[in-house]
Structures are given as C-alpha cells and as structure tokens.
C-alpha cells in the first residue's frame, strides 16, 4: 500500500484537529435516533426494538470507554470524545441498514456490530493507545451489548454469523493498522501511532510525553549565537540575540517558548529581544530545558564583548526580492534581511554561517537575522542552493562590503517593552512587543519585534509605514518565530486574527515609550558557540510529520477500501462457514 508523502511543517498537523460536543448532546442524539428508528419501525408493522437495538449499545460505549481508557490506554479520552464516538458508531452500524434488501435485517445489522468495532479500534489506537491488545476491550464493549441484543432479537441462529463477522472485521483491522505503521517504522524506526498518541495527549491533555518521544530521534548540535550589548548608564542594558535555534515545533511542545523563556529569565538585568536567526525546524530544541544552554553561551560571550560608544547610520539595500536593513556597531554589524512583499521563511542554518564566513576578516561579529515577517502560505526551507537562498547570500555579501567603511557616529539607544491585550490564539505569544530604537548620525532607526510566528503578508508594510510616518528614518518589523501561537492552527500569523490597523496603536506606543527611553550608549557584540544542543535533527521531524500527515490524511480513502475488502471477506467467510 503506498501512501502518498509529501513535505510539511509539523504545525500543520493540527488541521487535524476539532472540539468534541458535550456528551449529553451526543447521547441524546443516539437515543433520539434509536427512538425514530423504532418509530418507523412500528409504523411499517416491524414491530418495535430494533432502534434501542442500535442505541442501548452506543450508550454503554459511553459508560464504559472513558474508564477503561483509563485503566489499559496511555492517553485520556475525555467523555466528550467517548460521546462522540459512540455516536459515530450508532450513525455506522445504521448505514448497514442499507444492505438490508440483500443480506436482510438480521445480517445487516450483524455487519454493522462488526465494522463498529473496527472504526473504534482504529481511533482508539490512533489517539489513545498504539498498543493494539490494550484498546481491544474499549473497541469491543458496544460489540457485546449489540451481540446480545442480535441474540434477543433474532434468536440462537444468529451467534455464529456474530462471531464471523466481528472476527473477520479483527483481522482486517488489525493488518489494516500493522500496515499503516509500516511506513515510518521502515524510514526512522518509530511508531507513527505512536506519534499521533503522543500528539493529540499534548494538545488534549497537556502531556509531556512528546518529547520523551523526539528524543528517540534527536541529535546533538553545537550553534552560535550572537548578542550586541547596549549599555546604558543609570539605566537597564539592552540585548540584541540572534541565536540560531528554532522556537518550534508547536504549542508548549520542545523548544517552541523559548524566546519568552530568554526574555523572562534575563528581565532582571536587561531588556532582550530574541530575535530570529538562520535557523528551521531541524533546530527546533526537543525541550524548553534546553533553553539553559542559550543562556550560558550569552552569558559567557558578555565578557568578551569590546565596546564602542559609535554606530553607523542604518543602510538598505537590496538584491532582487531581498532587502536588507544593515547597522555597524563598533566592530560588529547587525543585518535584518527579509523577501516582503514575498514569502519570508525559514532560513537553513548554513546561509548564515556562509554569511559569518564572508565577514570574518571584517567584521568581529555579524548577527544575520532572518525578519520573517511576511507568510502567504506554509511553504519549505531556504536553503543556500535555491534561488532565494542565493539571493540572501548575494545581498549579503554586498552589504558586507559596503558597511565595511560606514562612516560612525556616536550613539543613543532606547528600548520598549508593551504586553499586548492579544493572547496566543490572536497570534501572539507571552512577551508581547519588543522595540529598539538607535540614533547615529541623526538618524533614528526603529527595529520593532513581535512575539510570534510571522507576519501576515503586507501588515508588515501597514506597521512599517506608520511608525515611518512618525519621523524615523529607517524601521523593520520582526517576528521571533515562536510557535506557541499554533496549537490549533498551522498558520497564525501578526496581523491574520487581529487587523493591523488595531496592532499600528500599539506599536507606535511602544516606538514612543523607546524613545522617551533614548540615552548615550555603548555597544559591543559577542559571538558563542551553545554546546551540545539536544534538537531534532536534519529533516527528521519534517520526515516524521510528512508521513504521519500522509497516514492521517489517507485514512479516508483507505478506511473505504478497508470497508469493501472486509466485507467482501466477511461474505466469504459467511459462504465457507455458514
């Protein structure tokens, strides 16, 4: 059976995500349709029993899941999802009602215990427990209350077409469920129901066992991370971070926070803002814990730091769809680099050590930002051999030298920080806006940083131009990338849930409130390999997330097939046996 693979970001997965009804609502509509069912019945002159026949089982599958659940399965089914699925199970079995006229009532009916069993060990396999035996009992316990009512209904005759048709439909779905497992355990060894446990238990429930599962498939890594130090006297020290890690992969899951984590755990000694650097979801840290080896390279880099009270006037320039807004400080120079109007994505780690490679020789330090602050859509990593990637690699290289000889100036720098009445279904993480504003040479240059996964395409130029419209001479618009913002969504961008003219008040009084905070500053910048990072590894968890999308994303037109070739096999079974 091959399943079709093709590759995605892993916060795409939550697309497959819903909210489940109340139980009450559900089990009053299994009982509405048992009822209607016996309606009809009777006024066919059926007679009556037929309906609860169908109902009295969903409604001990909603009784007897969630506990049982409980006891054998790994992850919580709520009561709301029992519901749910109980009532899907009623609405099935029904269905079967259609093959009546062939297979007459009785048969149907017995079809239909079966092939509820199957739907609910695949789901119950898929979202509570991998372990196929532990969700057997769960799976069966509407299959045997409907057994007993096909008995009272139909009599003696009736047991050995039951114990057909629900062993036939057992074989099917458990080679059904083997086989759609097949595909990741030959590619990394792991379960992909596994996966989806795991997964759906975090969004659900809030478990932590997602990342006791990435660790099977981690690797370690040693990054840079670069951070300019703004100090200021009598007043808080400002940090610029370019660290080269990935805020994802989703949610609280891994490393996704951790710019907040940074911004929180340094508030005591300076104001920081967690930019983006060259960095994809082959960074992303398996854990926020990791987040302490970020902290220990910045802070062990702060001594080295040689610094300058003189910066350069801001300069764009740009290389066909890339723009890049450079800045010398002393020695060292920071570059925000983005592709707005066009997509601006992921960046793979390699174009930035390119870029650090090519400045060595002239500059102490260079931070390379990637702004992302335009999504269109969710679309893949740039690497250096792409034409985008060249187009930064070229742009780059240019800014390099023409910064090389910027004339300097002395330099003031205020700084921001504005909590925002947005959550993170808003699109907006924890720490709010960050703003840094520098003045050399009498110009004023604005670098404004949102806590949050990209920007909507064209709110960055509706920011832009309004805090332009102030005065400035020079301002970008930044994201950290956090993915806290997508639990429920794969795309959550500033600016989709929230209209930029709503956002512009706020940025333009965090602008005000960082430059009523403008002071003589020094700066110096330092460069600090963050040792042995546990992340998830080059192309692993876009591997992971690929295939697992495919199995989920086929499920349908393979839970049809696996619909017809069971009961074709139960017919024959029937034939043999019977």
């Known amino acids: 059976m091959k399943i079709k693979i093709r590759e995605i970001q892993p916060e795409t997965l939550t697309r497959f995500m819903f909210r489940a009804p109340k139980w009450w609502q559900s089990l009053l509509i299994i009982l509405a349709i048992g009822a209607v069912i016996d309606l009809i019945c009777y006024a066919s002159n059926i007679g009556i029993g037929l309906g609860f026949a169908f109902s009295i089982p969903a409604a001990f599958a909603i009784l007897t899941t969630n506990p049982l659940v409980k006891i054998l399965g790994r992850q919580e089914f709520t009561w709301n999802r029992s519901a749910l699925l109980a009532l899907a199970g009623e609405i099935f079995a029904i269905f079967w009602l259609l093959t009546a006229p062939l297979l007459g009532i009785s048969f149907a009916y017995v079809y239909g215990l079966g092939f509820v069993f199957a739907i609910r060990m695949i789901v119950l396999v898929a979202v509570v427990d991998y372990r196929i035996p532990r969700m057997i009992i769960p799976a069966a316990m509407p299959t045997i209350v409907s057994s007993v009512c096909a008995f009272l209904l139909f009599g003696n005759g009736i047991l050995m077409p039951v114990i057909v048709s629900v062993g036939t439909f057992a074989v099917c779905v458990i080679a059904f469920l083997l086989l759609f497992d097949m595909p990741l355990k030959r590619s990394v060894g792991l379960s992909g129901m596994h996966f989806v446990n795991v997964f759906f238990g975090h969004l659900t429930n809030g478990s932590n066992d997602m990342e006791d599962y990435f660790h099977k498939i981690s690797e370690f890594v040693s990054v840079h991370v670069t951070t300019f130090f703004f100090r200021r006297e009598n007043k808080k020290d400002v940090w610029f971070v370019v660290p080269n890690l990935h805020p994802g992969p989703m949610a609280d899951i891994g490393g996704s926070n951790f710019p907040n984590l940074l911004f929180q755990e340094f508030s005591n000694e300076a104001t920081v803002l967690i930019s983006h650097g060259c960095a994809s979801h082959d960074l992303n840290m398996i854990s926020n814990n990791e987040t302490v080896k970020i902290s220990a390279a910045i802070r062990k880099s702060r001594p080295n730091a040689k610094y300058s009270n003189l910066a350069s006037r801001p300069v764009r320039s740009k290389c066909r769809n890339v723009s890049i807004l450079s800045q010398k400080f002393g020695d060292s120079l920071l570059m925000v680099t983005t592709r ?208 697992v999308s495919g199995i989920i994303s086929n499920l349908g037109p393979f839970c049809l097939l696996f619909l017809l070739v069971a009961f074709f096999a139960v017919l024959v079974v029937c034939m043999i046996v019977l």
């Open 340 to 547: 707005s109007p066009k997509m601006t994505e992921d960046m793979d780690y390699s174009i930035g050590r390119i870029i650090m490679g090519e400045a060595k020789h002239s500059y102490d330090n260079v931070g390379f930002v990637d702004a992302h602050n335009c999504m269109t859509n969710v679309t893949k990593i740039i690497y250096p051999s792409t034409k985008a990637g060249n187009e930064f690699i070229t742009g780059g290289t240019a800014a390099l030298s023409k910064m090389e000889n910027a004339e300097m100036f002395s330099l003031r720098a205020g700084v921001s920080h504005v909590e925002l009445p947005f959550d993170r279904n808003h699109g907006f993480g924890d720490t709010g806006i960050v703003t840094l504003v520098t003045e050399a040479g009498d110009k004023r240059t604005v670098y404004v940083l949102f806590d949050g996964n990209n920007v909507k395409a064209g709110v960055r130029e509706i920011l832009r131009d309004a805090v332009l419209a102030e005065g400035f001479d020079e301002c970008e618009i930044m994201t950290n990338d956090s993915h806290v913002v997508n639990s429920m969504y794969g795309r959550n961008p500033v600016g989709l849930e929230i209209d930029a003219e709503e956002i512009v008040p706020f940025v333009l009084d965090s602008v005000k409130r960082a430059v009523d905070d403008l002071s003589p500053t020094e700066v110096g910048a330092a460069t600090e390999t963050c040792e042995e990072v546990e992340v998830f590894g080059p192309g692993k968890i876009i591997q992971l997330t690929s295939l």
